[in-house]
DNA sequence: CTGAAAGCGCTTACAG
DNA sequence: CTGAAAGCGCTTACAG
């Protein structure tokens, strides 16, 4: 292995100024600079991470909490994944990825140990019992999702309340009176999953002002339960004109469904989804939909938690609480509404 | 931030002790190590990993080598991702999952800064330009994917030849005697995915071992074109009776297209892919498939690259290429063959 | 413009 | 059974 003594016994200087050399924290004749840089390239140095990381108490490594977690759909999930290893890596960090299923005792290990010089957590409960702790970390967090006390830590999510209000909007705007709301598994909800009523709260409450139906359901997140489930719900609902997906599942399985039924959308049922532009073209998705923004929401987390960890933005300095704004994907999914 | 010497400290012993008591390298009379334990647990210690790392030179970190490419399907990707992290983690390691588009410059950031004990590499190509890098390296490697020349690494790979040939064999024995197969876009056989002709001659062997035919195509691996693409082809083959899928996109626009055309399998068509049991259950394919065992590759490679680094397989001993053998999984979706 | 030295927090051979 | 000391490879205040 070769470390700064290599170099600087090659080149001819001290260790320092080879460190020097690397960080530009000094003025350097350029003599010195260029044996330095040659020394340097042709033993192929690179600083030992551990021993920088001891020095300078950085490790340019961002920790990611993510869980598969069996009632969430694993797909949607990588997307958020993507959007902070992108950004991270943009801006010189790399990304410890922990999947532990015990997310406390994990994001213990890596902040206490010092592996990593900030945190992201996605998946995120309304009492997440992860949030204390990096509350009380030294290193900054961001978070994907909003939970209910997002006091120390940057907190992003979809303004889910106005999903909700949207969807119904655009159904009502289209003539539907009767609409029904598919969620996420009620095991969502009790693991503190809030988004699933925070989206329903803004259907039924933009349902009552405009005087229409909204009924609401939740179904299971995997095939083939979903496929099932759907065609028992449009049994029992022969009403309904409009369907409103928060669930990635049943909007993989809709397709299908709509199929066996001989029914095909906008022309004997409307629907409205909720999940990015991505994610409606990997499963070939045709329904409209409101953008859930994985990507940008990782980039958001990861940017403004950088800013943190770089001290351009003080530690205790006022947390953010970003909601953004879901817009509204066109597919045509969305006609006048007939009763089946 | 609380170092051994806290520790130390209010327990009344030296630091070599707290460390010997937390590494089990030495006897400890119970005393101390219960002093030495609760000092620990009050001020809250964690080993510096940094320091530790520099020390002894271990990191206890995987690094992971992934790349979402346009080309491939990322929730596919995403499975042999969950495989080496869960594996690693029942292991003892984190992971650090690059992700950075130019492959041999993050390798060798990670593996000659000392960032990790081991790597894992997957999109593996042909002659992948990481793989000298890796063997150079003092890190071990395994990769998920056979290149041309896996000297110094373990490889980890699915029987390819062998799944096209237990394609075929499935359908003649149901009476095929004029298949398609539809494989990854040729993009990907250019960057070097040899799986795709590996495959294919597995197929095309067989075929006229037993006097059958195999049409042959590379298609898009993205919607909405691979939904056209497939349209295509069942248009310019009438003769066909099997399709074979050696591309997860097409799998999972099929059945969209096969309803499209009111056509069922098995009754129209015979269909066999090539994907997982998870994949299959993600995006509820009805159709009997090879399975492509990702979490199962994941498993091996980082089960082997740990016994490497923890030096129970020396650094130099014979590397492994592990070929494993393809199973069908029988959804039904394989009848008599009939022209359409 | 450059160097010698201290010290980050660990582990482990050496000594008793 | 326990401790004092060396040293892993860096960076940076101190000194010139």
């Known amino acids: 292995m070769v470390t700064i003594s290599d170099v600087a016994k090659r080149a001819g200087v001290s260790r320092s100024t080879v460190s020097y050399v690397f960080s530009g924290r000094r003025a350097i004749s350029p003599e010195v600079r260029a044996r330095v840089a040659d020394a340097a390239r042709e033993l192929g140095y690179t600083a030992n991470a551990g021993a920088r990381a001891l020095r300078t108490s950085q490790t340019r490594v961002i920790g990611l909490l993510a869980q598969f977690l069996d009632d969430e759909f694993a797909p949607a999930m990588l997307q958020y994944i993507q959007g902070v290893t992108d950004t991270a890596r943009k801006l010189g960090y790399d990304v410890l990825l922990v999947t532990d299923p015990d997310g406390p005792a994990a994001l213990r290990r890596v902040t206490d140990s010092r592996m990593v010089d900030g945190v992201v957590l996605l998946n995120v409960a309304e009492d997440d019992p992860r949030i204390p702790l990096l509350r009380n970390a030294e290193q ?6 909003l939970p209910r006390d997002g006091a120390g830590v940057d907190v992003f999510d979809l303004d889910f309340p106005e999903a909700g209000r949207l969807m119904v909007e655009q159904m009502v705007e289209a003539g539907h009176e009767e ?4 969620s996420q598994p009620h095991d969502v909800v009790e693991r503190g999953g809030a988004y699933v009523w925070r989206l329903r709260d803004g259907c039924m409450q933009r349902a009552e002002q405009l005087g229409v139906r909204v009924h609401h359901s939740f179904a299971p997140s995997r095939a083939p339960e979903i496929g099932e489930c759907l065609h028992d719900l449009l049994d029992e609902h022969p009403g309904v004109t409009g369907l409103l997906l928060n669930n990635e599942a049943a909007a993989t399985a809709l397709p ?11 022309d004997d049922l409307s629907v409205i989804g909720r999940y990015s532009e991505e994610f409606a073209r990997v499963f070939s998705l045709p329904f409209s939909s409101v953008e859930s923004a994985p990507d940008f929401l990782g980039r958001l987390a990861v940017q403004h938690l950088v800013h943190r960890i770089e001290g351009q933005r003080p530690h205790d300095s006022a947390y953010i609480a970003r909601l953004v704004a879901p817009v509204f994907r066109d597919r045509g999914s969305v006609g006048p509404a007939k009763r089946i």
């Open 140 to 145: 900054p967090g961001a978070l994907v999702g």
């Open 256 to 266: 299908g469904v709509l199929h066996q039924r001989g029914l095909s959308a906008p």
């Open 179 to 182: 609409m029904l709301l598919i």
